[in-house]
């Protein structure tokens, strides 16, 4: 967790300890416990799960992302925003940088999408970056066509360059900058929020989509935010507002039981960040933009730390 220019380590029980400082961004592996933040545009601090310190110095360029490969300590750096050229007839396409942090190899990939369009070009939507499985093999983005006014989201197979799955705006009802998709962590499959009325799916890496809720059976009016997946995928956390005239501030916390298909509301909101820990028998959300709450489940208690609005992820 963050807080000014420190990074804080908290036990279960709430007691906080400054990890170390630093300037930059930062990402966790839930496998390993590694971690890796920036210190400029050019520097990367690695710290692996013994909390060894490695630092790498990159070329200097301009990298838009950069993220950790959770199955490997591999290192994603992306070199592209994610937009086509300004030419219509240029398709869309990502290029990004793999450094193995284990050899320090780096090697240059890019990826072309040519989406099923005949009469227009397809830039992807500004609201949400493409979010890559764990294993790197498939890759979940949003699109938008400026000729039919349209957008949506399409599943892409990274090695083969084959589309696997594509909805358009008449499937995703909730703003797509809200909907945050989620991998589980061996990659096989993607838990998002879609539909009208607005239910939870679970799409399988091959591109097959199953609904996983009825929430319209009893409620009006509502959307459902940012889905997580337990690492043992046997829940998932998601918020979800009944007041659709303020979807920012009445976000309430629900936990739904995969095995069973019953969703438990928390009666928490507002609700934001949803990260679980390793042994998927934690939950930690912010609530109300100011305060971090570990939530026991087995226990059925919470812990709050106070003023603390930014949750990193879980070491183990």
Known sequence: ??????????????????????????????????????????TIHYISADHSERIINLPEMEYFRAWLNTESDTIILGKSDFLSARDEHTPLQDTFTILDLKTGISYDKNIQFKMNFDDASTRSGPSMEPLYDPTFTKVLFAWWNPVLLDFGMALWDVEMGKELWNQNSQFFQTPIEFIQPDWQLDGSAVFLSGGWPVEIYRLSN??????????????????????????????????????????IESRILYILNLKTGIATNY??????????????????????????????????????????????????
């Open 267 to 316: 009666c928490i909101s507002p609700v934001w960040k949803l990260a679980w820990s390793p042994d998927s028998r934690q939950l930690a959300f912010v609530l109300e933009k100011n305060n971090t709450i570990i939530l026991d489940l087995e226990k059925n208690q919470g812990v709050v730390i106070q003023k603390m609005p930014e949750i990193y992820g879980w070491r183990k």
């Open 206 to 247: 091959l591109g097959e989509l199953i609904q996983l809720s009825r929430f319209s059976a009893t409620l009006e009016d509502y959307l459902i935010f940012e889905p997580k997946i337990s690492p043992d995928g046997n829940y998932l956390a998601f918020t979800l507002n009944a007041d659709t005239n303020q979807p």
């Open 1 to 42: 967790m963050m807080s000014n220019s420190n990074i804080y380590s908290v036990d279960k029980s709430g007691q906080l300890q400054v990890l170390m400082k630093y300037d930059g961004s930062m990402d966790i592996s839930p496998y390993s416990g590694a971690m890796f933040y920036w210190s400029d545009n050019y």
